[in-house]
């Protein structure tokens, strides 16, 4: 099993050190998982213009590349004006239409304030769904009062980062088996 992560901003510190948090978790817990944590900020990944994702070249191919070799996601973001930061977007516009069909995704979000709450669920959610995911139905919601000194110091929060991490795994393990059986059925 591949899950990879997306730290999904080139600015900030708090939804990397959340998805920091979040695979050392994983790792913790799953220690033979494959685990790649792409963090945008690293990456120099260039507009989509609407080509294939494996013409594309350096950054840009890999990062595409990695996510669509991925059995899980667990992708991080920031909220920005009350919306996931372009630089994840522009991610996902790189990918075809059904790139997560067959993929688990879990979701976590930082955020300034809780007046912010909802865009995962109006914004991130839609668009997995149209490109046809399989996303885990809670997420993990960060407020600027959960960290103190580039630590997430809520216990409430790390719990559900450890649920979130359990909850993908679990999710892709059953789908993995239920494609396998699928496949099975028809004998060839």
Same mark, same amino acid.
């Given at each position: 099993?591949?899950?990879?992560?997306?730290?999904?901003?080139?600015?900030?510190?708090?939804?990397?050190?959340?998805?920091?948090?979040?695979?050392?978790?994983?790792?913790?817990?799953?220690?033979?998982?494959?685990r790649?944590?792409?963090?945008?900020?690293?990456?120099?990944?260039?507009?989509?213009?609407?080509?294939? &994702?494996?013409?594309? !070249?350096?950054?840009?191919? *890999?990062?595409? %590349?990695?996510?669509?070799?991925?059995?899980?996601?667990? /992708?991080?973001?920031?909220?920005?004006q009350a919306?996931?930061?372009?630089?994840?977007?522009?991610?996902?516009?790189?990918?075809?239409?059904?790139?997560?069909?067959?993929?688990?995704?879990?979701?976590?979000?930082?955020?300034?304030?809780?007046?912010?709450?909802?865009?995962?669920?109006?914004?991130?959610?839609?668009i997995?769904?149209?490109?046809?995911?399989?996303?885990?139905?809670? &997420?993990?919601?960060? !407020?600027?009062?959960?960290? *103190?000194?580039? %630590?997430?110091?809520?216990?409430?929060?790390?719990?559900? /980062?450890?649920?979130?991490?359990?909850?993908?795994?679990?999710?892709?393990?059953?789908?993995?088996?239920?494609?396998?059986?699928?496949?099975?059925?028809?004998?060839?």
């Open positions: 099993m591949k899950i990879v992560g997306i730290s999904g901003s080139r600015v900030g510190s708090k939804t990397r050190i959340a998805m920091d948090h979040t695979f050392t978790t994983l790792a913790d817990k799953y220690p033979d998982v494959e790649v944590l792409i963090d945008l900020a690293d990456y120099d990944v260039q507009f989509s213009d609407g080509r294939n &994702y494996l013409d594309y !070249e350096g950054d840009t191919k *890999y990062v595409a %590349q990695t996510i669509m070799e991925a059995d899980a996601l667990l /992708i991080g973001t920031p909220i920005f919306s996931i930061p372009a630089t994840l977007k522009n991610v996902f516009d790189l990918l075809p239409q059904d790139a997560f069909m067959d993929k688990v995704v879990g979701m976590l979000a930082t955020a300034g304030s809780p007046k912010h709450f909802l865009v995962l669920e109006q914004q991130l959610k839609p997995l769904s149209y490109m046809k995911a399989q996303i885990v139905p809670t &997420y993990v919601f960060i !407020e600027e009062q959960d960290f *103190y000194r580039k %630590q997430i110091v809520n216990d409430d929060v790390l719990y559900r /980062i450890e649920r979130l991490v359990e909850d993908t795994y679990v999710l892709t393990d059953v789908y993995t088996h239920i494609r396998e059986a699928r496949n099975a059925a028809y004998g060839f």
